[in-house]
């Protein structure tokens, strides 16, 4: 007695079919497991078998064979329970022969026969939608995550009787048994019947007019930005708002932030998508391994979950060196590979880096009275962040406490729906001009077309001669200034770079008083 049933492996972000092969013969009780399987696999024997005994369906003394093909590639996870008690049950004719054909099955069960939620299913329905399956049976739980995928039919199951009994009815009546979940994408995005994460507003940033503008560039030209300045400035505050001025994510895109996010576990259950650019903010302890993915089944780390998103780095100089000298590849690649043994995993890393971190180690250089540091120990801790990091970083912006006057008016500045109105239409400016190139925003430009994107008219050169002599510019951050003159530029509005551009641009660099770069 022998079945196939069609399942579903994960590849970091990307997903490939695997049958699930299933032989029931005569002999001495036994059940094997082949098909290069992790622990997690494995362990699947246990939790089918006393499943489908708890449930009622006690199966007889035979020799069970599973094998999950292509036989050559890893798998690890718990969705292959399901369709192995699947191929169990037409094995043993429980089920009708072909019930389950052109069906693909992928859940977790517990020993009681309830589906449990699994980890990406989104990535695994779209693949199955490619190889041209249409129909998936997942848990309940996972069910509206995999029903974004408009090209086949999702259905949602709680327990193994349920799906028991869908597949012995008649075609005709399975969609009253098991009805196809729907999932409305548009509604999604408009906010109806799915709350929207309440952003909170630059409004309500009282002061701090240089760093809310740098904020505003660094979000139109998708930059890196660096805020120092003395604790209680408002650091964390200006970098929590930075997502709400950012364009809403476009329906591919959330596809993708779903993707990592279901893959990594951390959808939340009944969630369709990710409709909210993310923010992650991770603590100055965090390890190498979580910050940029690892395991020995890789996972996404931390900037693979600020995909399309914010990756925040408060207290820079507390992170480990080795942690933060990882970011260099991912931050030019916009995506982190993971080599082990038994392969190399991709995930996706196109995030924005926002930083912020204190003058010195006690917060209050260079003010004399309250500063207790000395120079040496000053340098020294600027110095924990390394010059190719500050490399990847277009604007820094130092913020001096809140005045009096501010706290005491209250009146915030420009609201977020304001600022982010001025970055949308600088973002149509670049979309336009980066079409049918590799670049999309500004901060993308390599140095080798410099000339052509940021090229300057004869007064325009004249005034980068003098800035770049006078303050005593290096290459980079002459080019760092072109790039951040060029976003200035798209939020005015202006064709070319202007000399106000340029200047402008001069002031968020990092300062020498602080750094020799």
């Known amino acids: 007695m022998y079945s196939a049933i069609f399942s579903g492996a994960l590849h970091g972000v990307l997903a490939y079919m695997v049958s699930v092969e299933v032989d029931i013969a005569k002999g001495l009780p036994a059940f094997f497991m082949v098909g290069s399987l992790s622990t997690e696999v494995r362990e699947s024997k246990e939790r089918v078998s006393v499943a489908l005994k708890n449930v009622g369906l006690h199966l007889p003394p035979c020799r069970i064979t599973v094998n999950l093909s292509p036989a050559d590639r890893k798998k690890d996870g718990t969705g292959f329970d399901l369709p192995i008690a ?52 997942v848990p309940k739980a996972n069910a509206r995550e995999g029903a974004v995928i408009p090209e086949l039919t999702v259905r949602g199951a709680e327990n193994i009787l349920e799906i028991m009994h869908f597949l012995t009815a008649g075609r005709p009546d399975r969609d009253e048994i098991m009805p196809p979940v729907r999932v409305d994408t548009v509604s999604l995005f408009s ?52 997502p709400g001025i950012l364009p809403p994510l476009t329906l591919e895109e959330s596809l ?9 576990g951390l959808l939340e259950e009944g969630e369709a998508l990710v409709t909210e650019r993310p923010f992650r903010s991770p603590h100055h302890t965090i390890s190498q391994a979580a910050l940029i993915g690892g395991s020995a089944m890789p996972r996404p780390g931390m900037i693979s979950l600020a995909h399309r998103g914010v990756l925040f780095l408060d207290e820079l100089p507390e992170f480990q060196r080795i942690a933060l000298d990882a970011l260099r590849q991912p931050l030019e690649e916009r995506r982190v590979t993971i080599s082990r043994v038994n392969g190399n995993v991709t995930y996706p890393s196109d995030f924005m880096l926002v930083c912020a971190m204190n003058p010195c180690p006690c917060g209050y250089y260079p003010d004399a009275e309250r500063c207790s540091c000395t120079e040496p120990q000053v340098r020294r801790y600027m110095g924990k962040v390394s010059g190719p990091i500050l490399d990847r970083i277009d604007l ?95 939020l005015e509005g202006a064709e070319e770079i202007g000399v106000s551009h340029l200047m402008e641009a001069s002031f968020y660099r990092p300062s020498m008083e602080y750094w020799g770069h």
């Open 86 to 137: 699947v191929g169990m049950l037409e094995a043993l004719g429980l089920v009708p022969a072909g019930a389950a054909k052109g069906y693909l099955f992928l859940g977790e069960l517990g020993l009681n026969g309830e589906l449990k939620k699994v980890k990406g299913v989104l990535p695994i329905v779209r693949a199955a939608a490619e190889a041209g399956i249409r129909e998936c049976i």
């Open 191 to 242: 906010g109806e019947g799915h709350g929207k994460i309440c952003r909170p507003d630059f409004g309500e940033v009282n002061g701090q007019e240089s760093a809310r503008r740098a904020a505003e560039i660094a979000a139109a030209g998708f930059h890196n930005l660096l805020m120092v300045g003395p604790p209680g400035a408002g650091k964390s505050m200006i970098a929590r708002r930075i």
């Open 256 to 264: 993708e932030v779903t993707s990592v996010i279901s893959v990594a």
């Open 396 to 490: 820094c912006v130092e913020l001096a406490p809140v005045d009096y006057e501010s706290l005491k008016n209250g009146a915030g500045g420009e609201s977020s729906q304001e600022i982010r109105r001025r970055v949308e239409r600088a973002r149509q400016i670049q979309r336009i001009r980066f079409q049918g190139t590799a670049y999309r925003f500004n901060g993308d430009i390599e140095v080798s077309r410099m000339e052509r994107y940021c090229g300057l008219g004869e007064k325009e050169q004249r005034c980068m001669e003098q800035l770049y002599t006078s303050l005593q510019l290096s290459a980079r951050a002459y080019h760092r200034i072109l790039r951040v003159a060029r976003t200035i530029a798209d």
